[in-house]
C-alpha cells in the first residue's frame, strides 16, 4: 500500500499570506492520481485537486496543486479566514486507495 | 443536484454487524456510470477508504477490511450500502458514503455529510 506523508502537521499564518502544503508517497503514484481534500470542523472532506494539478469544480484560483512521482505540493495563495481546514491529501491509482494524516491550516 | 445521504444505527455491539445505506437524490444511480464508495473516520483521526462499488455492481475493497466488509447497491431505490461484521471499538468511526467518476480511478467528488457509528455494548 501507497503511504502518504503530509507535512507540516500544522500552519500557523495569517490573512494574505501563501501556503505551502507538502505530500510525499512511498512509492510513485501512478498517472499522477493524486488529489486534495479541505475539511472543515464537523464537515465532510470537500475535493479541492484531482490529477494533481486540475482545480475542481468551484475552487478559488488561489488554490493550485502540482508535482508527479513521489512529490506532490498544495498551494493556497493570500489566504482567506474561510481557508482554515484540514488538508488531506489521496491518491487514487494503486488500490487500496490512501490518505495522509493531513495538515491543519490556521489562520491567525 | 446531486446529494447523499447516509442513514443507519449510531450505535452497534461489539461482534455484530454495521449496516449503512445511502441514498442518492437529485440523479439515478442507474443513469449514470459512476462509482460509488464508503470512506470512514475515526474521531479525532485522518481517512480510510473502506471500498467502491461501480453502478453495475462490481466492488473493490481496502484488504484490510475486506475479510469483514460487503458493499451492494440497488438501483430501484437509489441506493447503495455498507455492511461491516464482526466489530469492534477500533470500527467507531463517521463513516461517509461519496460519489467517484467514472472511472475507477477517479477521485471522490461529492460527499455524504456523514453519520457517526459507536461501537459499544
Known amino acids: 500500500e501507497i503511504v502518504l506523508t503530509q507535512s507540516p502537521g500544522t500552519l500557523s499564518l495569517s490573512p494574505g499570506e501563501g501556503a505551502t502544503l507538502s505530500c510525499r508517497a512511498s512509492?510513485?503514484?501512478?498517472?499522477?492520481?493524486l488529489a486534495w481534500y479541505q475539511q472543515k470542523p464537523g464537515q465532510a472532506p470537500r475535493l479541492i485537486i484531482y490529477?494533481?494539478?486540475s482545480r475542481a469544480s468551484g475552487i478559488p484560483d488561489r488554490f493550485s496543486g502540482s508535482g508527479s512521482g513521489t512529490d506532490f505540493t498544495l498551494t493556497i495563495s493570500r489566504l482567506e479566514p474561510e481557508d482554515s481546514a484540514v488538508y488531506y491529501c489521496?491518491?487514487?491509482?494503486?488500490?487500496?486507495?490512501?490518505f495522509g494524516l493531513g495538515t491543519k491550516v490556521e489562520i491567525k | 443536484q446531486l446529494q447523499l445521504q447516509e442513514s443507519g444505527p449510531g450505535l452497534v455491539k461489539p461482534s455484530e454487524t454495521l449496516s449503512l445505506t445511502c441514498t442518492v437524490s437529485?440523479?439515478?444511480?442507474?443513469?449514470?456510470?459512476?462509482?460509488w464508495g464508503w470512506i470512514r473516520q475515526p474521531p479525532g483521526k485522518g481517512l480510510e477508504w473502506i471500498g467502491s462499488i461501480y453502478y453495475s455492481g462490481n466492488t473493490y475493497y481496502n484488504p484490510s477490511l475486506e475479510s469483514r466488509v460487503t458493499i451492494s447497491i440497488d438501483t430501484s431505490k437509489n441506493q447503495f450500502s455498507l455492511n461491516l461484521n464482526s466489530v469492534t471499538a477500533a470500527d467507531t468511526a463517521v463513516y461517509y458514503c461519496?460519489?467517484?467518476?467514472?472511472?475507477?480511478?477517479?477521485?471522490?467528488?461529492?460527499w455524504g455529510q456523514g453519520t457517526l457509528v459507536s461501537v459499544s455494548s
Open positions: 512509492q510513485s503514484v501512478s498517472s499522477s492520481y
Open positions: 437529485g440523479g439515478s444511480i442507474s443513469r449514470s456510470s459512476y462509482y
Open positions: 489521496q491518491q487514487y491509482g494503486s488500490s487500496p486507495w490512501t
Open positions: 461519496a460519489r467517484g467518476g467514472s472511472s475507477y480511478h477517479s477521485p471522490l467528488s461529492l
Open positions: 490529477g494533481a494539478s
